[in-house]
C-alpha cells in the first residue's frame, strides 16, 4: 500500500516569498491533516479536512497561510508571504474518516522541510 | 496549559535492555485516545501503539507496550528488548473529542531515545 507522499522534500525561501507544499494522502482516506512541525517540538495541526472540507482550521495563520483540498483527495498549503519563524518541517497525514471515539491512527508523509532565510 | 507533557528530552538505553517513556496528559473528557509514535531522523511519524479511555487493559504491540494510569493521567510507553533501531524521537499524542475540535492530536514535544550497543 502506498503512503502518503509529499514534495517537494526541501524548500529554501527568502521572507516575504511564496512557497507551495503538495500532498496525496493514502487512497481511500477521507481524512486530511497538515501539521507544522518546528524545531524541538512536537508537531502542531494547522488544518484538517474531511473529504474536501475544512473541519479545523482554528491553528492556522490565515493572514498567510491557505489550504485546500480538490476533490477530496490531493492537497495544497501555501504560505504568502513567508517569514522567518515559518522555518518548519511541513508534515501531512491522513486517515480513513474521523469520526467521535474512533481510534483510527494517522499515517503520516516524510514532510517538507522550508528554511525561510 | 500543555495538553501533553514529556518530561524526559533524552533517554539512553542499553541493547536488550527495556526502557519506559514518560507522558503526562491533561483533558476533562471522558473519551479520549492516546497514542505513542515514532520519528526517525528520515522524519516520518511511525504509529506505535493507542490506549483508549474506556480500555481497561493496557495495549501491547509486539516489544512496545503502553503502561496506562488513568487516575494520574498518565501514559508511559515502555518498549522491551531494545535494539539499535529504536533510536528515535517519541512522541506521545491525545485525541479528544470533547468541544469542537472533532478529534484534534495533541503532540508532547517528544523524547530522544539513544540505544547504544
Known amino acids: 500500500e502506498a503512503g502518503v507522499a509529499q514534495s517537494p522534500r526541501y524548500k529554501i525561501i527568502e521572507k516575504r516569498q511564496s512557497v507551495a507544499f503538495w500532498c496525496n494522502p493514502i487512497s481511500g482516506h477521507a481524512t486530511l491533516y497538515w501539521y507544522q512541525q518546528i524545531l524541538g517540538q512536537g508537531p502542531k495541526l494547522l488544518i484538517q479536512?474531511?473529504?474536501?472540507?475544512?473541519?479545523?482550521d482554528s491553528q492556522l495563520p490565515k493572514d498567510r497561510f491557505s489550504a485546500e483540498r480538490l476533490k477530496g483527495v490531493d492537497s495544497t498549503l501555501k504560505i504568502q508571504p513567508a517569514k522567518l519563524e515559518d522555518s518548519a518541517v511541513y508534515l501531512c497525514a491522513s486517515s480513513l474518516f474521523a469520526r467521535v471515539g474512533t481510534n483510527e491512527k494517522l499515517f503520516f508523509g516524510s514532510g517538507t522541510q522550508l528554511s525561510v532565510l | 496549559a500543555q495538553k501533553i507533557t514529556q518530561t524526559q528530552p533524552g533517554m539512553f538505553v542499553q541493547e536488550k535492555e527495556a526502557v519506559t517513556l514518560d507522558c503526562t496528559y491533561d483533558?476533562?473528557?471522558?473519551?479520549?485516545?492516546l497514542f505513542w509514535y515514532k520519528q526517525p531522523s528520515s522524519g516520518e511519524m511511525i504509529f506505535l501503539i493507542y490506549q483508549g479511555s474506556y480500555d481497561e487493559q493496557n495495549a501491547t504491540e509486539g516489544r512496545y507496550s503502553l503502561n496506562f494510569q488513568k487516575a494520574r493521567k498518565s501514559a508511559n510507553l515502555v518498549i522491551s528488548a531494545s535494539q539499535l533501531g529504536d533510536s528515535a524521537m517519541y512522541f506521545c499524542?491525545?485525541?479528544?473529542?470533547?468541544?469542537?475540535?472533532?478529534?484534534?492530536?495533541?503532540f508532547g514535544r517528544g523524547t530522544q531515545l539513544t540505544v547504544w550497543p
Open positions: 479536512f474531511q473529504n474536501n472540507g475544512v473541519v479545523d
Open positions: 499524542a491525545m485525541r479528544e473529542w470533547g468541544g469542537s475540535t472533532l478529534g484534534r492530536l495533541y
Open positions: 483533558t476533562s473528557d471522558q473519551s479520549y485516545g
